[in-house]
């Protein structure tokens, strides 16, 4: 699996602690920056980073700021982007079970023990599929195409 990574500057940190777990666990990481502390535009990531999930360049996303907030409103500006802010492992597992969520932001503070949890339960669960998660989903994809 294929996984893209993108951050501003206050999610460096946490970025670069993930990224080895990632490359241990067996997936491949595409790393869209931003590649240092120095101070930047979290859109100009989350964007980018949407852009290869919409395109299938990469099969999910996670995306890193401050809050987690900015960068997933950015994300979620691409079309077919579902970006869920996660603080823990349920939102993580609901966010895929009945979402179809295909990026996870977090939080630059998040310790990385709790990252990596969030992680791997976001990585492993799979889409339900269910009549009613799905119909929820076309709603929003047919919004988007208006």
């Not at 777990?21 to 100009?44: F, H, M």
């Not at 996303?61 to 579902?82: D, E, L, Q, T």
């Not at 009613?132 to 195409?145: A, N």
Request: with cysteine; net charge positive; aromatic share 8%.
């Amino acid at each position: 699996m294929k996984i893209g990574i993108a951050n501003d500057h206050r999610g460096y940190k946490l970025k670069t602690k993930l990224i080895p777990y990632l490359l241990k666990k067996g997936y491949e990481v595409e790393d869209y920056g931003a590649l240092s502390t120095e101070s930047v535009d979290y859109p100009d990531y989350g964007i980018a980073l949407g852009e290869k999930v919409r395109d299938k360049e990469v099969d999910f996303g996670i995306a890193i700021c401050g809050s987690g907030i900015g960068i997933s409103i950015a994300c979620n500006k691409v079309k077919g982007v579902r970006c869920a802010k996660v603080d823990n492992t349920r939102e993580a597992k609901l966010s895929r079970l009945d979402n179809d969520a295909n990026i996870i932001a977090l939080n630059e503070k998040m310790h990385v023990f709790e990252a990596k949890d969030i992680l791997d339960v976001f990585l492993n669960t799979k889409y339900q599929k269910e009549e009613r998660f799905q119909r929820r989903i076309d709603k929003i994809t047919k919004y988007e195409e208006q």
